[in-house]
């Protein structure tokens, strides 16, 4: 019993997933509302968000990290738009948007694990080549996608499991059994340290080559499902992303010094974030103060996590307050 | 059969790391490869073990020729290296770390948790370190990790191990283990490439000696024919004796002289507090099995263990934190360089000045004038420090911070990995720095280290810790190998408030 207690004590997701019930819950006293609609629509409209994070808490674990996973929501969006405008049909659509994210994670895999760029230049370099293709194609909001698209979305498979459900499970599965593989160890290895890596026999190229080949895969995804939310094409959809997804990620306990955290963790980051928006907005407050007060909280978030997760800091912190004892003494 | 290597030869710009060197080794031979700093082993070791590639030569192994392009392609062939800098993952579990190079799987695919447990627990077992089981690396003590790391090279079933200072920090009763490890290789024809500094291990290990000089080889010989004394001058290339002087004689200090008195040093693993009183010239040296709390005793006293308190020279004053225990001239060397020592991407000048520039706010006018003072080999002081071999990077940190004069220096096994004419270089200085009135506290693993460094100076004891108590005080003629080994393996437990009153008066 007291093992696991230890172990829920260890786990790198319990802050997050405390913050997201904690915040749930003062939502749900603001509002009054919670009913199985309101979770429903919750889900679908943060599925995108949670799919960026998963992408993007994979290649913060082996070492790296990626900023351009916003700009592929986009790109996918906008190839959906193009290729129904066109007369494609929307499967075909969606399926090609689906296969060109993975391309470009793909590419960003290529340029860093066997070119060996540094990861945060080039996703810099590839997120602006990946918006810029999006702005070719469309270079204003519009474009139509047929409602049955968004219907589906919102429907249930075999009128049982949310449809969006289903589409965060597809890059979390993959995950998981990543994990269940001895590349899942490798991974972890691999983010600690590169050198230690190589010394041990890790075949490093291809591990980056597939994490960011799956965080492009994860990131098409989000790209497909925030499509159906809008059932429109919008050359700015993913703007935020990018970084908020980092943000999640790190709130969920995955270091940005690599090789510590997991995927959960980044899942209830995200779903952290979002409801903190819905509070900040339902609050009334003006637009200006909303995204200063959200910033606030976010920081302190992460400042919560990171002294949960990280024992040395909480030491020093601690020590700090000693300190301050020892001079009154 | 065995390995040949001929003329290999590796330069790093201007550089020459390695030039045209030489050896075969049998099946079944454990060979020590035996140099200074900067001679070149590590750079060999780690050209056989496929991490760097060579400029020119051969190496044939049972016959065949060679050429590893990577370590995974030397580990194809069970050539394993190992080494301090480059092996275990901290983050991951110690079963995890020892199996990474080939994890067991179920049904083709799949990590087999069981399958890593017992292939990791066999290896522990040997070793008796099966209670490591289950725990993250970066959990373990610097020793047991060592241990680990040989546990990692063994697992991968070696025809030939590189095994690259991997003892240097080991404790006693861990090198026996190791010792009866690599005789149960040895009888299986696996080669063996031994790197260490430690004379007595290299004399109960190896087989034969091959010395290394300027990234040369200078000689191969059997083990046994050659003494301590011939071996170093081969090595430095001029005749010199080892300083192993036992016991010159030594002034008991008297409670007049009292410098620093620390009443309670925290050991936080075990819990227990113990005092201190450090007098002026005096040269402590801390000894003890693996993990008594030698380590954390110093750390502690820099501030590192949170605030103590203590009385300088009558004064009370309160150390919270390493900033403040440099403002009371305290220093602090590591023996892990790479965490606590050099500033990696900096150049000398930097990390030479670094304390008195950066925390005294005192102007350095010449660096390079600090730098030769110390004896350091190095090309000019805007090199990178990490581009220096690692004895001479251990004397670049030690010069930052016996420029700054201070009153008390606190070493945690200081001459860690590096090599015997840098270590005498080390120890005179720090007997210069006691000789003029400042306290100098320094652990090693090492007891012939600690004999002759308090042998160097008139005013000196050596401390046995057990369990995180200090259970022996060590004086004068007292302060011998077979007195450490004693009393930091207590039989029965010995009387330790009887011993404890001894350092309170």
């Known amino acids: ?22 915040f749930l819950m003062i939502y749900i006293g603001i509002s009054g509302k919670f009913t199985l609609s309101f979770l429903n629509s919750f889900i679908s409209t943060n599925t995108p968000a949670i799919c960026v ?6 290649t913060i674990i082996i070492g790296g990290t990626d900023i351009s996973l916003g700009s592929i929501v986009t790109l996918t969006n906008v190839i959906i738009v193009t290729l129904v405008g066109k007369n494609y049909s929307v499967i075909t659509a969606v399926l090609l948007a689906l296969l060109f994210a993975t391309l470009a994670g793909l590419f960003n895999g290529l340029l860093i694990g066997v070119m060996r760029i540094n990861p945060l230049l080039t996703t810099f370099a590839t997120s602006t080549v990946f918006s810029g293709i999006a702005l070719w194609l469309l270079p204003y909001p519009g474009g139509m996608i047929p409602y049955f698209y968004s219907d589906w979305y919102n429907s249930k498979f075999l009128n049982l499991i949310p449809i969006p459900v289903i589409m965060i499970a597809l890059p979390l599965v993959i995950w998981l059994i990543f994990m269940k593989l001895p590349f899942g160890i490798k991974a972890y290895a691999l983010g600690r340290d590169v050198k230690k890596a190589y010394a041990s026999g890790i075949n490093v190229t291809a591990i980056r080559l597939l994490i960011h080949t799956f965080a492009g895969f994860a990131s098409g995804i989000a790209g497909i499902c925030i499509s159906a939310s809008m059932c429109a094409g919008n050359p700015k959809v993913g703007d935020t992303m990018s970084m908020n997804s980092i943000a999640a990620a790190v709130i969920g306990g995955v270091s940005l010094s690599g090789g510590v955290g997991g995927v959960w963790g980044a899942i209830f980051g995200s779903l952290f974030l979002s409801i903190l ?13 909303q995204s200063f007060v959200q910033a606030i909280i976010l920081l302190l978030g992460v400042i919560c996590t990171v002294m949960a997760s990280d024992k040395e800091i909480k030491n020093k912190i601690t020590r700090l307050w000693k300190k301050e004892d020892g001079q009154n003494e | ?33 035996l140099g200074g700093n900067g001679s070149g082993k590590s750079t060999l070791a780690k050209i056989i073990g496929g991490i760097i590639s060579k400029d020119s030569g051969k190496i044939a192994f049972n016959d065949r020729e060679i050429n590893f392009t990577s370590p995974k392609n030397a580990k194809k062939n069970r050539v ?27 049904t083709g695919t799949f990590i087999n948790k069981n399958g890593i447990s017992e292939k990791a627990g066999k290896v522990l077992e040997i070793m008796n370190l099966t209670d490591l089981l289950g725990k993250k690396v970066s959990e373990l003590h610097p020793n047991q990790q060592y241990m680990v790391e040989l546990a990692k090279a063994i697992v991968q079933n070696p025809k030939l191990l590189i095994i690259d200072e991997i003892t240097s920090a080991l404790y006693r009763q861990d090198v026996e283990i190791v010792d009866k490890i690599l005789k149960n290789l040895k009888s299986q024809g696996c080669i063996i490439l031994f790197i260490s500094h430690r004379m007595e291990e290299l004399y109960n290990i190896c087989d034969s000696v091959t010395i290394m000089r300027n990234g040369e080889t200078i000689g191969t010989y059997p083990m046994q024919e050659k003494s301590e004394d011939e071996l170093l001058s081969l090595m430095v290339g001029t005749s010199m004796v080892s300083y192993h002087g036992e016991g010159k004689s030594h002034i008991k200090p008297t409670t007049k002289d009292i410098f620093i008195h620390v009443p309670k040093i925290p050991i936080q693993s075990y819990h227990t507090t113990e005092s201190l009183n450090i007098c ?19 750390k502690a006293l820099y501030g590192l263990s949170g605030i103590i308190y203590m009385e300088i020279e009558g004064k009370k004053c309160a150390i919270s934190n390493p900033r403040s225990a440099v403002k009371h001239r305290f220093a602090f060397i590591s023996g892990d360089r790479e965490r606590d020592g050099v500033f990696n991407e900096r150049d000398l000048k930097d990390n030479v000045v670094s304390v008195l520039e950066l925390v005294r706010k005192q102007k350095v006018s010449s660096p390079k004038e600090l730098l030769d003072s110390y004896n350091i080999r190095y090309d000019n002081t805007r090199q990178i420090i990490t581009e220096l071999s690692g004895g001479n990077q251990q004397k670049v940190v030690v010069g930052r911070w016996l420029s700054t004069d201070p009153k008390l220096l606190l070493a945690d096994d200081p001459t860690k990995g590096i090599d015997i004419k840098a270590r005498t ?9 006691a000789e003029q009135g400042s306290a100098v506290i320094i652990v090693s693993s090492d007891d012939d280290e600690l004999v002759s460094i308090t042998s160097m100076v008139e005013r000196s004891r050596v401390i046995v810790m057990y369990e995180g108590h200090i259970s022996k005080i060590l004086e004068g003629d007292d302060i011998t190998r077979a007195n450490i080994l004693a009393a930091s393996m ?12 001894k350092v309170h008066a």
Request: glycine share 6%.
């Open chain 2, 1 to 33: 059969m065995g390995i040949i290597i001929s003329d290999i030869s590796k330069r790093y710009g201007a550089v020459v790391a390695i030039s045209r060197a030489s050896m075969s080794v049998e099946k079944g031979e454990i060979r020590a490869i």
């Open chain 2, 425 to 433: 270089d080390l120890h005179q200085e720090f007997a210069k720095l």
């Open chain 1, 53 to 58: 994070a998963i992408g993007v808490a994979a």
């Open chain 2, 490 to 501: 207590p039989v029965a437990k010995p009387n330790k408030i009887k011993e404890r009153d």
């Open chain 2, 280 to 298: 002026k010239g005096e040269i402590i040296g801390v000894a003890g099995l693996q993990g008594h709390g030698q380590s954390e005793l110093v």
């Open chain 1, 277 to 289: 928006i819905s509070i900040v907005v339902s609050a009334n407050m003006s637009s200006y103060v």
């Open chain 2, 80 to 106: 394993i290296i190992t080494s301090q800098e480059l092996s275990l993952f901290t983050n991951l579990t110690v079963e995890e770390n020892i199996c990474i190079c080939d994890i067991p799987v179920k």
């Open chain 1, 1 to 22: 019993m007291l093992n696991i207690f230890k172990k829920v004590k260890k786990w790198s997701t319990l802050p997050a997933l405390v913050l997201f019930l904690l």
